[in-house]
DNA sequence: AGGTCTACCTGAGGGC
DNA sequence: TGCCCTCAGGTAGACC
């Protein structure tokens, strides 16, 4: 599923095809899905970057190219089966696979995303100097939620999605079934923390391919991330430091991977006396 | 406010 | 072998 790394990694390989490049169109048949795409026929394209696990395509004329892979969605060199878009370039093109058609693409003027409130919403970027341990803190304590749901909410941190906020809160530590006001000084500080390596470790390693090979670059290769995965796709194995079984269960509706003694479900028992 | 469920999609994998 | 069922998850929205 791509999440911050893997939204990274696939801005980095594009850059270069992309570039400079003018699109001649963007051809698809789904204007439900791919908004006002006709907006960017004839336009250059002068950046690429990224936002939570939105990617920016900066266009001329004032425009921009917002795009969301959702749970499948990913660029090719070729066309494949499950190709739903194609960007029809100056030089070669660009084939938007997306089997599961969770991805979206608007095309809207520089800055305006009355029609994607999601990316309004999002939190700081968790590998950038905006990202502050006092602000992450302040949000955290004064949440009831469960941190898995509060790390996937896009607000604590952009870019987080099920892979990183189960691997993060490995790392930290921390249950995912705590709740933010549960969690003390010390235990925010190290998922703050955690985070930050996690994601930088991920975006190193160009992500994360999973065994479905859903996610890959553009010219085939995938991520080499999974292969650290403490947690998550683990059920049953053995936690790299304990070898306490991994458990997996329901939080925020979604599938959640820890190990149940480095991730106590209570915060950690202050010994008395 | 938080929790839970459903919908959107389709391929993969388990069970029989 | 083959069919059926369930699951996976990013996000939005309904409902309790």
């Known amino acids: 599923m791509p999440e911050l790394p893997e939204v990274e990694t696939t801005r980095r390989r594009l850059l270069p095809l992309l570039l400079g490049r003018r699109i001649l169109a963007l051809d698809h048949g789904d204007p439900k899905r791919y908004r006002h795409t006709e907006k960017a026929r004839g336009k250059r394209v002068e950046g690429l970057s990224r936002r939570g696990k939105f990617l920016l ?7 921009e190219a917002v795009i969301h892979l959702g749970m499948t969605g990913g660029f090719r060199l070729e066309r494949t089966p499950h190709t739903r878009l194609v960007f029809r370039l100056d030089q070669g093109a660009l084939f938007f696979h997306d089997p599961r058609r969770f991805g979206r693409i608007w095309v809207v003027e520089r800055g305006d995303y009355r029609e994607i409130p999601l990316l309004t919403r999002l939190g700081p970027e968790p590998l ?4 502050r341990f006092p602000t992450f803190w302040e949000e955290l304590r004064r949440s009831a939620k469960p941190l898995k749901a509060l790390l996937l909410e896009q607000r604590l941190a952009a870019g987080v999605g099920n892979i990183y906020a189960d691997e993060a809160l490995f790392r930290a530590r921390l249950s995912p079934f705590l709740k933010g006001k549960e969690v003390e000084k010390e235990e925010a500080k190290r998922l703050f923390l955690a985070l930050k390596a996690v994601l930088a470790e991920a975006v190193a390693l160009g992500g994360s391919t999973l065994s479905d090979r859903s996610y890959q670059q553009p010219d085939g290769l995938p991520g080499g991330f999974q ?47």
Do not use: M, N, W
């Open 57 to 63: 395509l900066e266009l001329s004329e004032g425009l």
């Open 128 to 131: 950038s100097e905006d990202f």
């Open 227 to 273: 292969e650290r995965h403490a947690v998550y796709g683990r059920a049953g194995l053995p936690c790299p430091a304990c070898g306490t079984p991994i458990a997996k269960d329901v939080v925020a509706g979604r599938g959640t991977h820890f190990c149940p003694r480095c991730q106590p479900q209570r915060p950690r028992p202050r010994s008395k006396r």
